[in-house]
């Protein structure tokens, strides 16, 4: 299937930090972008997304940006908060048919008072 | 948002057995929900893409026969594991979209499987 990259595994910032969170995908046809965060044994909660027709989206202090040439689309944090800390999926719609969704491999976000 | 329950939230099993797992809209019609299967400390793969009234699309490497899937109506799909083995233990999760809520997918709570 079609190949969703996400960097960095890991990320470990001070409260108040910002973190960057990025994606690469590979099917030209995705069109809807969405952004999970997961906890622990639960289900992912959806954070932001955004559609291949815009190239920024910004909700309070989460944005997401989108280059749709290069394929790129990325997570921001502002002002990060302890409570910011778990798992951070993007994903990348399978085509612009419908809702399946290919996810990347996560991020472990860890946000230290 | 619209609601998804998914059920069992835990289920334990033994070799060889059967396990379903049920996946509801409680809100909405689905006439397509999805299933992914999560092993621990990785991301969300999808298996299959459940069509209501008809046969589901499972995703390359997906054993159909093994993973079986039934989407009887407009708020209910169902998978079974058969046959079960100790490496099909894993969280699995379903979603499905409310096309008349916008782009989301909503996802059910998730059932943790164990076979021993």
């Known amino acids: 299937g079609e190949n969703v990259e996400q960097h960095p595994s890991t990320l470990s910032v001070q409260e108040g930090d910002s973190a960057v969170i990025k994606c690469t995908y590979s099917?030209?046809?995705?069109?809807?972008f969405p952004w999970y965060k997961q906890e622990l044994g639960k289900r992912p909660q959806l954070i932001i997304d955004?559609?291949?027709?815009?190239g920024e989206k910004k909700d309070q202090r989460i944005a997401v940006t989108l280059n749709k040439t290069a394929k790129h689309f990325s997570l921001h944090i502002t002002e990060t908060q302890p409570e910011d800390s778990a798992v951070y999926f993007c994903?990348?719609?399978?085509?612009?048919?419908?809702?399946?969704?290919?996810f990347g491999k996560g991020t472990s976000l860890l946000v230290t008072p | 948002g619209a609601v998804v329950s998914q059920h069992p939230s835990r289920v334990i099993c033994k070799s060889g057995t059967s396990v379903k797992i049920e996946c509801r809209s409680l809100?909405?019609?689905?006439?397509?929900m999805f299933w992914y299967r999560q092993f621990p400390k990785q991301s969300l793969m999808l298996m299959a893409t459940?069509?209501?009234?008809?046969?589901?699309?499972?995703e390359q490497g997906v054993e159909k026969d093994k993973f079986l899937i039934n989407h009887a109506s407009l708020t209910l799909s169902t998978l079974t594991v058969t046959s079960a083995h100790p490496e099909d233990s894993s969280f699995y999760i379903c979603?499905?979209?409310?096309?008349?809520?916008?782009?989301?997918?909503?996802f059910g709570q998730g059932t943790r499987l164990t076979v021993v």
């Open positions: 979603s499905a979209p409310a096309a008349d809520r916008g782009t989301e997918a909503f």
């Open positions: 099917d030209s046809a995705s069109n809807y």
């Open positions: 955004i559609r291949s027709n815009v």
């Open positions: 994903a990348a719609s399978q085509g612009s048919s419908g809702y399946a969704l290919n």
């Open positions: 809100d909405f019609q689905a006439t397509t």
């Open positions: 459940s069509n209501e009234g008809s046969k589901a699309t499972y």
